[in-house]
T-cell receptor
Framework: DAMVIQNPRYQVTQFGKPVTLSCSQT?????MYWYQQKSSQAPKLLFH???????NEADTPDNFQSRRPNTSFCFLDIRSPGLGDAAMYLC?????????????FGPGTRLTVL | AQTVTQSQPEMSVQEAETVTLSCTYD???????LFWYKQPPSRQMILVIR??????QNATENRFSVNFQKAAKSFSLKISDSQLGDAAMYFC?????????????FGQGTTLQVKP
C-alpha cells in the first residue's frame, strides 16, 4: 500500500544534542509538510517542500531545518533541541498545493528531550 | 489571522448512537475549505470529510455528515450509527484557497470515546 512512513516512531534525545527525524513516502507526491503537535494542542505547520522548493513558516524557529534529497524522502533536523521542542512531529504529503487537496499523514515521531 | 476552535476536548457516545462534534472558525476570507481529520490512537491521521465554502450543500460521506453554517462560521461533524472504530481524536481544519500552499490550520481536537 502507498503510504507515508516516519522513523523512528519514538526518539529520545538530550538537551542540545542534534536530532534528525525521517519521513518517506511511496505516493510520489510533490508536496511534503512537517507539523509539530504538542500535547493537547493543534498540529502547527513548520514548513513544507513543493518539489525542491522549501517554504518556511514565518514563526518557525531557526533551530528547525529540513532537507529533501529526493521526492521520496524528507528530513527534519533539530539543531539544538530544547525542552520546549518535546512534541509529536507529523509528516504529511499532498499531490499538489491546492487547498482542497487531501493531505496524507504519517504516524508521527514522538520526541522526548531529556 | 485565521483560527479554528473546537470547544469540546472530549466527547462520548454509545455504540449505534449519533454524536455531533463542534467546530467554529474565524476568517475574513470568503473562499476556503474546511476539513475533518480523524487520528486513531497510534495511527495515521486520515481525512474524514471535506467542505468547499462556496457550496451551500452540506458534505456527506456515508455515516459522516457536516452542518456548515457559513454566516455563523460553524462547521460541525455528525457521526451516525457510531461504531467502535470511530473512537479517535478528531481535528477540524481550515485551508485558505488563495494561498496556494495547502496549509492547514487545525483546531485543538476532540477525543471521541465510543462505548459498547
Amino acid at each position: 500500500d502507498a503510504m507515508v512512513i516516519q522513523n523512528p516512531r519514538y526518539q529520545v534525545t538530550q538537551f542540545g544534542k542534534p536530532v534528525t527525524l525521517s519521513c518517506s513516502q511511496t505516493l510520489n507526491h510533490n508536496v511534503m509538510y512537517w507539523y509539530q503537535q504538542k500535547s493537547s494542542q493543534a498540529p502547527k505547520l513548520l514548513f513544507h517542500y513543493y518539489d525542491k522548493d522549501f517554504n518556511n513558516e514565518a514563526d518557525t524557529p531557526d533551530n528547525f531545518q529540513s532537507r529533501r534529497p529526493n521526492t521520496s524522502f524528507c528530513f527534519l533536523d533539530i539543531r539544538s533541541p530544547g525542552l520546549g521542542d518535546a512534541a509529536m512531529y507529523l509528516c504529511a504529503t499532498s499531490s499538489n498545493r491546492r487547498s482542497y487537496n487531501e493531505q496524507f499523514f504519517g504516524p508521527g515521531t514522538r520526541l522526548t528531550v531529556l | 489571522a485565521q483560527t479554528v476552535t473546537q470547544s469540546q476536548p472530549e466527547m462520548s457516545v454509545q455504540e449505534a448512537e449519533t454524536v455531533t462534534l463542534s467546530c467554529t472558525y474565524d476568517t475574513s476570507e470568503s473562499d476556503y475549505y474546511l476539513f475533518w481529520y480523524k487520528q486513531p490512537p497510534s495511527r495515521q491521521m486520515i481525512l474524514v470529510i471535506r467542505q468547499e465554502a462556496y457550496k451551500q450543500q452540506n458534505a456527506t460521506e456515508n455515516r459522516f455528515s457536516v452542518n456548515f453554517q457559513k454566516a455563523a462560521k460553524s462547521f460541525s461533524l455528525k457521526i451516525s450509527d457510531s461504531q467502535l472504530g470511530d473512537a479517535a481524536m478528531y481535528f477540524c481544519a481550515y485551508s485558505l484557497s488563495s494561498t496556494n500552499t495547502g496549509k492547514l490550520i487545525f483546531g485543538q481536537g476532540t477525543t471521541l470515546q465510543v462505548k459498547p
